[in-house]
C-alpha cells in the first residue's frame, strides 16, 4: 500500500519554527521527486517548494524562498520542510507529494495543519 503520512504540523507564533515531515513507504522513494504543496482557507493549494530524486537541486516559491528548507533522507524514506519566520499568511494544510516523471505516477499525502497565530 502506497502511503505519504505528513507529520509536525500544529499551532505556532509568528516568527516561530515548524519542521515538518512525510514518511513515505510502499514504492521505491529514491526515485520520486517530492514536493510540499499548501492550501489556505478559500485558497486554491499552491506549490510551496520541490526536490529532486537524489537531493541535488530545490526551488521554492518566492513567498516561501530564505525562510523554507525542503530537503530528504532517502535512506529513511522522509522528506522534511523546515519552517522560520512562520507568519500568518502561512497558515495552512500542507501536503506531501511524490512525482515520478516517467511513467508519470504521483502520489498525496492526506495534509498536516499548520496555523500561525498569537
Known amino acids: 500500500q502506497v502511503q505519504l503520512v505528513e507529520s509536525g504540523g500544529g499551532l505556532v507564533q509568528p516568527g516561530g519554527s515548524l519542521r515538518l515531515s512525510c514518511a513515505a513507504s510502499g514504492f521505491t522513494f529514491s526515485k520520486y521527486a517530492m514536493s510540499w504543496y499548501r492550501q489556505a482557507p478559500g485558497k486554491e493549494r499552491e506549490l510551496v517548494a520541490t526536490?529532486?530524486?537524489?537531493?541535488?537541486?530545490?526551488n521554492y516559491a518566492d513567498s516561501m524562498k530564505g525562510r523554507f528548507t525542503i530537503s530528504r533522507d532517502n535512506a529513511k524514506n522522509t522528506m522534511y520542510l523546515q519552517m522560520n519566520s512562520l507568519k500568518p499568511e502561512d497558515t495552512a494544510v500542507y501536503y506531501c507529494?511524490?512525482?515520478?516523471?516517467?511513467?508519470?505516477?504521483?502520489?498525496w499525502g492526506q495534509g498536516t495543519q499548520v496555523t500561525v497565530s498569537s
Open positions: 507529494n511524490a512525482r515520478r516523471p516517467w511513467p508519470g505516477i504521483v502520489y
Open positions: 526536490i529532486t530524486s537524489a537531493g541535488g537541486s530545490a
